[in-house]
């Protein structure tokens, strides 16, 4: 929702819990090293400022992406000699391409 409307600011409002309910699930890393890993995204923490009544925290989205040279090295690990010619490269692209439009249908 926050790429989709090309928002740069989110505020929450809540405490993660009030009064012993959760009001608010933890949906940001908590670490500057490690990322919060999404199904199509990784949340990172750039920084973070804790002021008296609130606290500020810098993110980073970044949208995952396909590298067809990664996949088929992972395949070729599995079953040497796996896509060779240029048209097995172009049959990945194009499985690649057809995985992401049926992605994008089901949002």
Request: hydrophobic letters at 45%.
């Amino acid at each position: 929702m926050v790429l989709e409307n090309n928002s740069n600011v989110i505020a929450m409002i809540t405490r993660e819990i009030e009064g012993g309910i959760i009001k608010c699930y933890h949906y940001w890393p908590i670490s500057l090293k490690k990322p919060l890993e999404l199904k199509h995204f990784r949340v990172f923490l750039e920084n973070y400022q804790i002021l008296q009544y609130f606290i500020i925290r810098m993110f980073q989205v970044v949208e995952k992406s396909f590298n067809i040279m990664d996949i088929v090295a992972q395949m070729r690990e599995q079953r040497s000699g796996m896509v060779q010619t240029k048209e097995q490269y172009h049959f990945c692209y194009d499985i690649v391409l057809e995985v992401l439009r049926k992605l994008l249908t089901l949002d």
